[in-house]
C-alpha cells in the first residue's frame, strides 16, 4: 500500500490552475448547449416570419436561384439574400429541416458570446471576459430574438466584428493592415445580411469614436478608398444583379423598404413603432438580469469619457468603452426615431454588456463592492421572489385543471397574428394554460425563488464571483423553462400538423389555401412543399412580387374561391381565427372540417 501511494502522480499545481480557469468556459458552453442548442430541434417552425424567410431559403435552394428570393413562387424582395444563403447551404449540408433553418442563429449566438469573452478578455482581464460572455449567453433578449429566423442576431454579430477589427487596427497602428480590409468585408456583409442600415451601425460608431477619442487627425489609416473597394467588391455585385433581374428592384428595395420604413411611410404598412416611454424602458427586460447593473456603468462614464480624451494614455480598455457608448448610443438614437420592433435594436446589446462586464467586474476586485451592485442583487431577488410566489400560486389555483395539448385553445386572443409585437401572446395567458405548462412554470418558479435569493446572499457575504455565477446560473434555469413553454406553444405558434394533415389526405390536383395574408398559415407553405392559392392573400410581403408578370396565378378573390368550391377539384382552405366568422358566410356548403387547431380550421369541400 505505501509503494502505491508514493507512485501515485500528484497534479501538477499548473494542472490545477489550468484546469480550473477552463471551467468557467466549460459552463457557459453548457449553457449555450442547453439554452439555445437544443433549442434547433423543436418546436416546428412558426407561422408568419419564421416559416416565410425558412420557405425562401428552401426555394432558393430547391431553384438554385440565389440572387432573386422566391415565397410560394412569387418573388420576395424584401431582405438581402445572406442569411438566406446560409440556410440553403444548411440544406445541402443536412437536408431540409428545422434544424437546417435554425443552425445559423444559433451558431451566430456561439459566436457573438466567444466574441464578447475575447474582447471583454483582451479589454478588462480574464473576469470580465468571463462575463461578457456569459451575460450574452444568459441576456433575455438574446434568448427571446433567436426563437425565430430573423437576421437580428447575425447581423449584430457582423456589426461587432467590423468594430472589432477597427479598433484592433486603431490600437496596432501600421502593423497588420489586413484587419482594415476585413473590417470592410465584414460591413459588406452586413448589409447583405439587413441592408444599408449596417453601414449607419458601423460606420457612426467609427466616427463618433474618433471625434471623442480625438484620432480623427489618424483617418489616413482607414484606408477609405481602397477599403470602399473591398466593401463594393464583397457587397455590390449582388446588389447589381438583383437591380438588372428585377424590374424596380431599386425603388422598392432602397427607397420603399429602407428609406420610407425609416419615416414611417413604407408601403404596405406592416410594422410597429414603440411608444418613447416602452421603448426605452423594455431595455431593462431585453438584458435582465444585467440591466440591474446599469447603475455602474453610469456611474463610470464620466471615467470613460476622460480617459478616452487622454490620447497619450489611451489603453486598448479606454479604446473599448468610449467605443461601446458610442455604438449602443447610435442604434438607440436611431430606431428611437424611426419605425420599430422590439429586437431591432440587437445591435446595442453586446456594447452595453461589455461595458457592464468591465464596470462590475472592476467592483468586484476593490476591497468594497459599491452599493449598486448589491442593490443589483437585491432588486433581482425581490422580482424573482414576487415572480416565483405568482407562479406558485397560479399553479396551485390549476392543479385540478387538466393539461391539453391544445394550448392555444386557452389563450385570450387565438391570432397568432392578433399583434405584430413578440411579446403580446404573453399578455392572453389564462389561468387554466398554466395547467398545460406545469412543468416549464415549475422550474421557472424554482430558479426565480432560489437563485436570485443565493445570488443576493453570496453578494453580501463579498463572495462577488460566485454571486455572479449564482445570477447567470439561475436565468439560464429560467431560459431553458422559457424554451419548455415555447414548445408547448408549437401548435398554438405553428401549422405544422395541420400540414401534415393534408399531405395525408391530399390527390394530384386537389388544391390547398389560405384565406388572408400566407403569414397566417406560413408554416405550411415550407412543410408541404407546394404552391398554395391566396384568398385576398394579396398584401403585405406578396404585394410587390405579385406586380411581376411571371407571378404565379395564386391570388383569387372571394368569386374565385366559391367557384373553385363548387367545382371538380378537392379544395383544402386554411382559415386563421381572424378569418372564421367572415368565411362561414362566403362558403357554401357542403364544408368538411378536416382539422382544427388553436382556432384554426381546414375546411374542404369534399369529405
Not at 238 to 253: P, Q
Not at 278 to 286: A, E
Request: proline share 5%; with cysteine; charged share 15%.
Amino acid at each position: 500500500m505505501e509503494q502505491a501511494s508514493l507512485n501515485t502522480k500528484v497534479p501538477r499545481p499548473e494542472t490545477l490552475a489550468s484546469a480550473r480557469k477552463a471551467i468557467p468556459w466549460i459552463l457557459i458552453s453548457i449553457i449555450w448547449l442547453a439554452v439555445y442548442f437544443q433549442g434547433a430541434f423543436r418546436p416546428a417552425l412558426l407561422d408568419d416570419a419564421d416559416s416565410t424567410h425558412a420557405e425562401a431559403a428552401r426555394e432558393m435552394f430547391q431553384t438554385g436561384n440565389y440572387v432573386t428570393l422566391h415565397v410560394n413562387g412569387v418573388r420576395y424582395l424584401e431582405k438581402p439574400p445572406f442569411p438566406y444563403w446560409l440556410v440553403a447551404a444548411g440544406f445541402k449540408a443536412f437536408g431540409v429541416s428545422e434544424f437546417a433553418v435554425r443552425l445559423p442563429i444559433i451558431l451566430s449566438v456561439l459566436l457573438l458570446i466567444s466574441l464578447a469573452a475575447l474582447w471583454g478578455l483582451r479589454a478588462f482581464g480574464d473576469r470580465a471576459g468571463i462575463y461578457a460572455g456569459l451575460f450574452v449567453a444568459t441576456c433575455i433578449g438574446c434568448f427571446l430574438f433567436t426563437r425565430i429566423f430573423i437576421p437580428d442576431v447575425i447581423l449584430s454579430l457582423l456589426i461587432a466584428v467590423a468594430l472589432y477589427l477597427f479598433l484592433s487596427a486603431m490600437q496596432a497602428g501600421r502593423e497588420k493592415e489586413w484587419r482594415w480590409y476585413a473590417a470592410y468585408a465584414v460591413m459588406a456583409l452586413a448589409v447583405l445580411t439587413k441592408g444599408l442600415v449596417a453601414t449607419v451601425f458601423v460606420g457612426f460608431p467609427v466616427i463618433g469614436y474618433l471625434l471623442l477619442t480625438g484620432e480623427w487627425r489618424r483617418w489616413r489609416e482607414l484606408r477609405i478608398g481602397k477599403g470602399i473597394a473591398v466593401f463594393l467588391l464583397v457587397g455590390a455585385p449582388w446588389h447589381i444583379l438583383a437591380i438588372i433581374r428585377n424590374h424596380g428592384f431599386f425603388w422598392f428595395y432602397f427607397i420603399n423598404d429602407q428609406f420610407l420604413r425609416f419615416l414611417g411611410e413604407r408601403y404596405p404598412h406592416d410594422y410597429n413603432k414603440l411608444p418613447p416611454l416602452l421603448y426605452w424602458g423594455l431595455h431593462m427586460v431585453w438584458l435582465f438580469p444585467w440591466s440591474l447593473y446599469f447603475p455602474l456603468i453610469f456611474r463610470d462614464l464620466k471615467r470613460d469619457i476622460t480617459a478616452a480624451r487622454n490620447r497619450e494614455k489611451l489603453t486598448f480598455a479606454a479604446r473599448t468603452r468610449a467605443l461601446c457608448w458610442v455604438w449602443a448610443g447610435v442604434v438607440l438614437v436611431f430606431f428611437s426615431f424611426s419605425t420599430n420592433q422590439e429586437y431591432y435594436t440587437f445591435p446595442a446589446y453586446l456594447p452595453l454588456l461589455l461595458l457592464i462586464a468591465g464596470s462590475l467586474a472592476r467592483d468586484e476586485r476593490q476591497e468594497r463592492s459599491s452599493p449598486w451592485t448589491i442593490l443589483g442583487n437585491g432588486l433581482y431577488a425581490v422580482a424573482g421572489l414576487a415572480a416565483g410566489a405568482v407562479l406558485v400560486a397560479v399553479l396551485w389555483g390549476s392543479r385540478h385543471v387538466p393539461g391539453t395539448p391544445d394550448l392555444g385553445q386557452l389563450l385570450v386572443h387565438r391570432d397568432v397574428a392578433h399583434d405584430t409585437l413578440s411579446m403580446s401572446k404573453f399578455f392572453d395567458l389564462t389561468t387554466s394554460a398554466f395547467a398545460a405548462l406545469r412543468l416549464p412554470a415549475g422550474l421557472a418558479a424554482a430558479a426565480l425563488l432560489f437563485g436570485p435569493l443565493t445570488a443576493l446572499i453570496l453578494r453580501i457575504r463579498k463572495k462577488n464571483v460566485a454571486a455572479t455565477w449564482a445570477t447567470g446560473i439561475a436565468t439560464a434555469v429560467f431560459l431553458i423553462a422559457a424554451q419548455l413553454a415555447f414548445v408547448r406553444f408549437g401548435p398554438f405558434l405553428s401549422s405544422k400538423k395541420m400540414a401534415d394533415v393534408i399531405k395525408s389526405q391530399e390527390k394530384p390536383g386537389d388544391m390547398v389555401m389560405i384565406y388572408g395574408d400566407q403569414a397566417y398559415g406560413s408554416s405550411l407553405l415550407f412543410y408541404l412543399k407546394r404552391p398554395i392559392d391566396l384568398v385576398n392573400g394579396r398584401t403585405t410581403s406578396m404585394w410587390f412580387g405579385s406586380t411581376f408578370p411571371d407571378a404565379p396565378h395564386i391570388f383569387l378573390n372571394n368569386a374565385d374561391l366559391v367557384r373553385d368550391w363548387t367545382g371538380k377539384h378537392r379544395v383544402f382552405l386554411f382559415v386563421p381565427p381572424r378569418e372564421i366568422d367572415k368565411v362561414n358566410k362566403i362558403l357554401p356548403q357542403p364544408r368538411y372540417v378536416i382539422d382544427e387547431s388553436s382556432g384554426k380550421v381546414i375546411y374542404s369541400n369534399k369529405p
